[in-house]
């Protein structure tokens, strides 16, 4: 059974960045093909970026490239998501989630993140 | 990008009725969507996966049936604990995309 657990809130100025955990527990960090899903409240959910295992590379799209990053640090099984720029638009909570078998099987609790000045 | 439509946005049912939802992806992607339940300050729960694959621990009252473009979810007899807002997802291409969503409301 995996389980993920994320970092608390986080309140932002914009023009800031933000970094989010993802702490790993049940498998290794290596097992597991770790994404990145964002929610405004209200709206639906809207992927990030992620693991593409096929090219062992992780995959953004395009709206966020350049602005997230998404590394690992293996020796904690921790996984993180900065994203720089923020803006009032990033106002969100924002999920990890692990994709074993072309589905988000496993989700982190969320993270609210609110970009106020 | 694949674009995934879902319809109805909301609906309202009552205990023990029968519901379908559908979604539509812009363009085929075989039989790789997959459903989601959300609950109000809750992560989006896996329901079923691979269009027809009910996961594990999800009651078999849930059900999914489509390929290609046209995708259902099927809840057989609401129950009480059902009502949520519900989202397709494709795992055809990147980016990944999600349908808008369809609030199930008693």
């Known amino acids: 059974q995996v389980q993920l657990v994320q970092s608390g809130a986080e309140v932002k100025k914009p023009g800031a960045s933000v970094k989010v955990s993802c702490k790993v527990s049940?498998?290794?960090?290596?097992?597991?093909?770790m994404h990145w899903v964002r929610q405004v409240p209200g709206e639906g959910p809207e992927w990030m970026g992620g693991?593409?295992?096929?090219?062992?590379?992780?995959v953004y799209p395009q709206k966020f490239q350049g602005r997230v990053t998404m590394t690992e640090d293996t020796s904690t099984d921790t996984a993180y998501m900065e994203l720089s720029g923020l803006t009032s638009e990033d106002t969100a909570v924002y999920y990890c989630?692990?994709?074993?078998?072309?589905?988000?099987?496993?989700w982190g609790q969320g993270t609210l993140v609110t970009v106020s000045s | 990008d694949i674009q995934m439509t879902q319809s109805p946005s909301s609906l309202s049912a009552s205990v023990g009725d029968r519901v379908t939802i559908t979604c539509r992806a812009s363009?085929?992607?075989?039989?790789?969507l997959n459903w989601y339940q959300q609950k109000p300050g809750k992560a989006p729960k896996l329901l079923i996966y691979?269009?027809?694959s009910l996961r594990s621990g999800v009651p078999s009252r849930f059900s999914g049936s489509g390929s290609g473009t046209d995708f259902t979810l099927t809840i057989s007899s609401l129950q009480p604990e059902d009502f949520a807002t519900y989202y397709c997802?494709?795992?055809?291409?990147?980016?990944?995309?999600f349908g808008q969503g369809t609030k199930l409301e008693i």
């Open positions: 997802q494709q795992s055809y291409s990147f980016p990944r995309t």
């Open positions: 989630a692990t994709d074993r078998q072309l589905h988000f099987d496993y």
């Open positions: 363009h085929s992607i075989s039989s790789l």
């Open positions: 691979a269009a027809s």
């Open positions: 049940g498998y290794t960090l290596t097992e597991l093909s």
């Open positions: 693991f593409d295992p096929e090219f062992s590379e992780k």
